[in-house]
């Protein structure tokens, strides 16, 4: 009877209400392994556009460089899927050491809801604010920083 309750609307378990760490464990190397797969076989089914297959000696510079512009959002959009692949392989990896679902920066467990939601995070919530608010604090400094006159634009200022 409690098997029932746990099952979502699709008929297989929802990873959120497992209790069991081994079947939360199975419940993510599924959710992972068809992520995997689904990027690979969107990746095999992709073929160039066409205008990255055309030859270049037809249309102006304004039409070469739109033909450009595409087939670097084209790798751009192929570089994100290998990033994805690549933290996919290292969430089954760490599925195989044990380590699945530990915060890579405190050790605490990353909560079950945040997993399910994000099966490739790597940090509880808590670091993964905290690492926010220093990549936030950090630009923002830079920015700062940027806008600063340089000291030899301040001196040449004052001698004009």
Avoid: W
Wanted: one cysteine or more.
């Amino acid at each position: 009877m409690a098997e029932k309750n746990r099952k979502s609307k699709s008929g297989s378990l929802h990873p959120a209400k497992i209790t069991n760490p081994a079947e939360k464990i199975r419940a993510a190397r599924k959710t992972l392994s068809g992520m995997k797969e689904k990027l690979l076989a969107e990746g095999l089914g992709r073929s160039l556009p066409e205008d990255l297959v055309r030859p270049f000696d037809i249309g102006d510079e304004g039409d070469h460089a739109d033909t450009e512009r595409t087939h670097e959002v084209s790798i751009l959009i192929s570089a994100r899927g290998k990033e994805k692949l690549l933290a996919i392989e290292e969430a089954l990896e760490k599925i195989r050491e044990g380590t699945y679902g530990v915060c890579e920066d405190c050790g605490d467990e990353i909560g079950s809801g945040r997993l399910e939601a994000m099966p490739l995070a790597k940090l509880c919530v808590t670091c993964q604010s905290r690492t926010e608010k220093e990549i936030v604090h950090q630009r923002f400094s830079e920015e700062r920083l940027s806008n600063r006159p340089l000291i030899s634009e301040i001196a040449e200022k004052e001698t004009d």
